[in-house]
């Protein structure tokens, strides 16, 4: 059996992992001189996250879609690398909000697709909609309870207070609705989505 040549997304998305692997690297040895044992393991772990999409790709015995593969890799490294790692966080005026737009954004996208192979018959474009901004919804309040432990186990800032926490849930509501909006009213995301969504 021949092997699947490697499109330029595939190479695309390799390269990104590499890098994103080197930078952690760097910023593993940059905290390493500095003594900061913490930051320096964090940044050793987070090579894990970029690596992940391929290990699942083994585990599941199913190729991920390239452009869903490299939106996850540039999430993670906006968020993860250059925003816990680097911390853009706080070097960076509003970078915070930024991830969480592109966040409420890539978790919709993740929705639509996921609820387009699970439905088999049709669904009310309302009850869709409404569905891929509750998963959107929980997403988000579940990353400020992460951050909300994470901050208490480590006693860290991640969470700069109750309006911080709530403009963070709201950006990543906007972000997904700047795709399910027109997704459901366009149907301009995905092909299929004819199949699954009712015009009710």
């Known amino acids: 059996m021949k092997k699947s040549k490697a499109t330029p997304l595939l190479k695309l998305n390799i390269a990104i992992t590499i890098l994103s692997i080197v930078i952690c690297i760097s910023y593993a040895i940059l905290y390493l001189t500095k003594n900061d044992v ?10 894990l996250l970029p690596l992940f999409v391929f290990v699942l790709e083994k585990i599941i015995k199913t ?45 919709t996208v993740i929705s639509i697709i996921l609820l387009e ?18 998963i959107n919804i929980a997403v988000a309040t579940t990353w400020e309870i992460v951050e909300f432990f994470f ?15 709530m403009l963070d849930i709201i950006t990543a509501i906007i972000g997904g609705f700047f795709i399910s909006i027109p997704y459901i009213k366009n149907y301009i995301i995905s092909g299929v989505n004819k199949r699954v969504i009712s015009k009710g």
């Open 38 to 47: 913490f930051m320096m393991i964090s940044s050793m772990l987070m090579i």
């Open 63 to 107: 190729r991920i879609d390239e452009t869903l593969k490299l939106s996850y890799l540039l999430f993670i490294l906006g968020s993860g690398i250059f925003g816990a790692i680097g911390d853009f966080y706080s070097k960076v005026m509003f970078y915070d909000k930024l991830i969480h737009f592109t966040s409420g954004m890539f978790v």
């Open 117 to 134: 192979r699970l439905y088999k018959t049709k669904i009310n474009k309302r009850e869709f909609f409404l569905l891929i901004t509750v």
């Open 151 to 165: 901050d208490l186990i480590f006693n860290k800032n991640a969470q700069k207070g109750n309006t911080d926490t």
